[in-house]
């Protein structure tokens, strides 16, 4: 069917791009290897010599990262969505209205004044992101122009936070705490281990499948809050409730990623011009192309050569350019 | 109280950062009428319709829907109560016309809230009652003006509430569009015994169309009824606080135009 055919092309791409990123990097595993191991692995048998290498650099590194790229991609895409959804706006994204600020101070909070221990690096880092959407909400929704005053809302907040972060980073002990506040800034996939896929598909599955479950309701947000309410929602309880599940969403991602930066704009607005604003097929579909574009930027940072880069700047470099093109393109529209 | 008035409102006091927008309003509307809300613009009248359908929430007086008090009822079962036609609808996203038609069903959806099949052939089957089922799969923000209106309208059919509130629906339109749009919601509601209540800024148009008409000037209620009985120069006068002409032509009809003498200026 030619309604469903994009939704074909990502599949096929991620498919590709799984088997690339499984098989590439600075211990290259040949098709063949790759086939053997999974073989290996679906007999039960256990790998022999020649193959013990490769099935170790498979089993304990590749594939971990290669999943947890796909889950932090289609968190971010979809929280992306959401955001952008009940603020009817598609040039939103939770990165830009405080909520990775937030999550950062949180973090940083955690990490100097309670413990390095992963949970309450998250929690922290949940609880200070959803306070600061919060506050841009507040500050944001009062405007004339709700959606400009939304964006300059998240640059105040993002702004005040950063301030916050950095204080903390400036007081933080330079050997045990401030690397562990530079690793999470960063971003990056680097120390991915199964505990983290783990805990991250419970998080990102459950809260992906609940907002999949309302999509209809946040066609209905999409429309405007009057409408929505002339039509029998309850708005101000739903909105709080998809704010609550995205930024769950985009916390749960940075807690074992770090902060990677326009994923969640970027793939968010790109599937919304692909298969329109029907959440039914966006969210899926966002979910899907976030996989694939985070693992793509993900295996060009491995690829290249001279140590890992953080890969907030592979996919700032791509997505700065392209929110520039869209901006343009979209004044184009308005003016015409 | 008769007992076939849908729609009372009573002794309505409503304010916005102190400054009072409507101010002990009292009207009814029966059931199975059109009901034209007139007046200059910022006398209230779309502030009005926003506290009957309680978007706003009033600060004095008592709204009934069938005698039952609108702030006892919740989101829903107004929505099972009310549709309402905006004027103009901008969505930063554009879904489909059979979509938003749809959106109009949500309160019977269930607690997620998915349409079903069933309810795609009953939109479907307004779409070809009003005449634009093969505008279904086309984007509602590449429609033309009035061709978004009726889509607005079949929406709140799907809604299948007792009462259509309409805010200005023809202000934006060309002339053969706003009679197109008026004889389509004169016929709607006569077929589907539904309650209307509509703002026009057109005194024309009101006449031509409407059972009922109440006047509203700086925020009070000073003309209320049958039309035949206050669609006259004096109330519309005092409504627009201007001097107004109303000619009678040969069929029957009247023409509303301001007095002034045109050769004069």
Redesign the interface.
């Known amino acids: 069917m030619k309604k469903n055919s994009p939704f074909l092309i990502v599949i096929l791409l991620l498919i590709a791009a799984i088997i690339f990123a499984l098989t590439a990097g600075q211990y290259h595993i040949t098709l063949e290897t790759l086939r053997n191991i999974i073989l290996l692995k679906l007999t039960g048998k256990t790998a022999g010599a020649e193959l013990a290498t490769p099935a170790m650099v498979l089993w304990s590194v590749r594939l971990p990262r290669v999943l947890m790229a796909l889950l932090a991609g289609s968190a971010l895409s979809v929280s992306g969505v959401v955001f952008q959804?009940i603020m009817?706006?598609?040039l939103v994204a939770p990165s830009f209205l405080g909520v990775t600020h937030g999550a950062v101070f949180g973090a940083s909070l955690a990490i100097i004044f309670f413990s390095t221990a992963a949970f309450s690096i998250e929690a922290s880092a949940f609880i200070w992101a959803i306070t600061a959407v919060t506050i841009v909400y507040l500050i944001g929704g009062r405007g004339i122009n709700t959606l400009t005053t939304l964006v300059i809302a998240g640059v105040i907040v993002s702004t005040f936070f950063q301030a916050a972060g950095s204080l903390l980073k400036y007081i933080a002990d330079p050997y045990e705490q401030l690397p562990t506040i530079v690793f999470w800034m960063m971003g990056g996939l680097n120390n991915i281990l199964w505990v983290h896929v783990i805990r991250a598909f419970i998080i990102i599955s459950a809260a992906i499948t609940v907002i999949y479950?309302?999509?209809?309701?946040l066609?209905?947000m999409?429309?405007?809050d009057?409408?929505a309410?002339?039509?029998?929602?309850?708005v101000k309880l739903l909105r709080a409730a998809f704010m609550l599940f995205a930024t769950l969403l985009a916390a749960a991602s940075s807690s074992s990623c770090g902060i990677i930066m326009w994923v969640d704009l970027i793939v968010a607005h790109i599937s919304?011009t692909i298969v329109?604003?029907?959440h039914k097929r966006l969210i899926p579909f966002a979910a899907l192309l976030g996989g694939f574009f985070l693992l793509m930027t993900d295996t060009i940072v491995r690829l290249i050569p001279g140590g890992e880069i953080p890969i907030s700047i592979i996919t700032s470099f791509i997505g700065a350019p392209l929110l520039g093109y869209l901006l343009m393109k979209q004044s184009r529209q308005w003016r015409e | 109280m008769l007992s076939n008035e849908i729609l009372t409102v009573e002794n309505v006091n409503f304010s916005y950062h102190d400054r009072r927008i409507l101010n002990g309003i009292s009207f009814s509307v029966k059931k199975g009428e059109i009901c034209g809300l007139l007046g200059s613009n910022g006398c209230g009248k779309t502030t009005l319709l926003?506290c009957i359908?309680r978007?706003l929430n009033i600060e004095s007086g008592i709204i009934k829907i069938n005698g039952c008090d609108i702030s006892k009822l919740s989101?829903?079962?107004?929505?099972?109560l009310?549709?309402?036609v905006?004027q103009e609808?901008h969505?930063?996203?554009?879904?489909?016309v059979i979509?938003m038609v749809l959106?109009?069903g949500?309160?019977r959806?269930g607690f997620?809230?998915?349409?079903g099949r069933k309810d795609f052939t009953s939109a479907y089957d307004i779409l070809e009652e009003l005449n634009i089922d093969h505008l279904a799969s086309r984007?509602y923000n590449e429609l033309s003006g009035g061709e978004k209106q009726i889509v607005l309208i079949a929406r709140a059919l799907f809604?299948r509430s007792e009462i259509m509130l309409l805010d200005e629906p023809t202000s934006h339109l060309d002339f053969k569009r706003q009679h197109i749009i008026m004889e389509m919601i004169k016929k709607i509601t006569k077929e589907r015994g539904l309650t209307t209540l509509i703002t026009l800024h057109d005194p024309n148009t009101a006449g031509r169309y409407c059972h009922r008409l109440t006047m509203l000037n700086r925020g009070c209620v000073c003309h209320h009824g049958s039309r035949d009985n206050i669609f006259h120069a004096e109330s519309l006068e005092s409504t627009y606080d201007m001097k107004i002409n109303i000619e009678r032509t040969e069929s029957g009809a009247s023409f509303v135009s301001p007095a002034f003498d045109l050769n004069k200026r």
């Open positions: 959804g009817r706006n598609p479950l309302f999509r209809w309701k066609n209905l999409a429309l405007g009057e409408e309410l002339s039509m029998g929602v309850n919304r329109g604003p029907d | 926003k359908n978007i989101r829903s079962e107004i929505a099972g009310i549709a309402v905006p609808l969505v930063a996203f554009s879904f489909s979509q959106m109009g949500t309160v959806y997620s809230g998915i349409p984007r809604q």
